[in-house]
């Protein structure tokens, strides 16, 4: 099993910067993509950023440019910093990472438990 730990997230006012961490725990053999999803009310799950074991990133237009995802390798641990934050990125958010168990080549998804992330104007 793997654990995800996040933490972060809370309520801030347009403008202002917000990061968010998450680490994972437990039994697997190594750790490909790791990324970051967000939900609104109403609305359904989407990725707010990607990465991938040898860091290539990718983001949505929605927060291309305001956005920055990072990890560190060592610990097993996916970084979000939010930069200009709007309140249209209020949701809960959500760390996933693709675990593999072994030397199969096949990967396992995990999610955090969700942090919220209010921005008022």
């Known amino acids: 099993q793997v654990q995800l730990v996040e933490s972060g997230g809370g309520s801030v006012q347009t403008g202002v910067a917000l990061g968010l961490s998450c680490a994972a725990s437990?039994?697997?053999?190594?750790?490909?993509?790791m990324g970051w999803f967000r939900q609104a009310p109403g609305k359904e799950r989407e990725l707010v950023a990607l990465?991938?074991?040898?860091?290539?990133?990718n983001y949505p237009d929605s927060v291309k440019g305001r956005f920055s995802i990072s990890r560190d390798n060592v610990n097993n641990t996916v970084y979000l910093q939010m930069n200009s934050l709007k309140p249209e990125d209020t949701a809960v958010y959500y760390c996933?990472?693709?675990?593999?168990?072994?030397?199969?080549?096949?990967?396992?998804?995990?999610w955090g438990q969700g942090t919220q992330v209010t921005v008022s104007s």
């Open positions: 996933n990472v693709k675990v593999r168990r072994g030397w199969s080549i096949t990967e396992y998804p995990y």
């Open positions: 437990g039994s697997f053999f190594s750790i490909n993509d």
């Open positions: 990465i991938t074991r040898d860091g290539y990133t």
